[in-house]
């Protein structure tokens, strides 16, 4: 059972445009959420995160928006670089308890030159 | 200066054998794991360690035994290989919300 999803496994975007990943999850006691990068024979690498209780949160080029409602999280970046070409995956944990980071499947984001 | 490190980075191994993966962080974290990477690319908890306690076991096989002598390393022992073992394994650490991963190491069984 995915508790954390993200249907499109592939997005494509020119330089300069934004892009934006889509993250759904079902587990409402999920209360801290992450985008990690990802780049081949690399480990995931942290980007940005969310708190549950905020609906925004930006850091430069990134912002990342969540909908409580529909548990449903996006990662915008803008304006989109080659450089940012890599897999994301979104994470989701809940911070009572033991701290177990779950997973979605990943989105490889190309950015075209 | 490298936060998580785990080595190999590769380990092409033959069925039945017997191959560790280790571990170790530079930050300080109380908390360590071990993520599975299947060939779907899911990446799946294996194990959690708090303080060297074992915290979260996800179903894994008890081949697979997890041993972390120091809050600073937490090494994976898997015992009689198989196929399906094959894998890319993440090692973290985390302290509050962010987990920071090693570069991985992709295992191998022929």
């Known amino acids: 059972d995915q508790q954390v999803k993200q249907n499109s496994p592939s997005l494509s975007v020119q330089e300069g445009r934004i892009s934006i990943l889509n993250c759904d999850y079902t587990?409402?006691?999920?209360?801290?959420f992450l985008w990690y990068k990802k780049y081949p024979a690399e480990g995931p690498t942290f980007l940005i995160s969310?708190?549950?209780?905020?609906d925004k949160n930006e850091d430069g080029r990134f912002t990342v928006f969540l909908n409580k409602s529909a548990k449903h999280l996006s990662l915008h970046i803008v304006p989109s670089q080659p450089g940012d070409s890599a897999v994301y995956f979104c994470?989701?944990?809940?911070?009572?308890?033991?701290?177990?980071?779950?997973f979605g499947t990943g989105t490889r984001l190309k950015v075209l030159a | 200066d490298t936060a998580v490190s785990q080595t190999p980075k590769y380990l092409v191994t033959q069925m039945g054998n017997d191959k560790s993966i280790k571990c170790e962080q530079n930050l300080g974290h109380d908390t360590m794991y071990w993520y599975k990477q299947d060939s779907k690319k899911f990446l799946k908890i294996m194990f959690s360690y708090n303080n060297k306690e074992l915290i979260i076991n996800e179903t894994v096989p008890n081949r697979f035994s997890p041993k972390s002598p120091d809050k600073a390393h937490l090494n994976l022992h898997i015992n009689s290989l198989e196929l399906g073992d094959s894998a890319v394994y993440f090692c973290?650490?985390?302290?509050?919300?962010?987990?920071?991963f090693g570069q991985g190491t992709r295992l191998t069984v022929v």
């Open positions: 969310i708190s549950s209780i905020k």
């Open positions: 587990n409402s006691m999920f209360d801290y």
């Open positions: 973290a650490s985390s302290q509050g919300s962010k987990a920071f």
């Open positions: 994470a989701a944990i809940t911070t009572s308890g033991t701290y177990k980071y779950i």
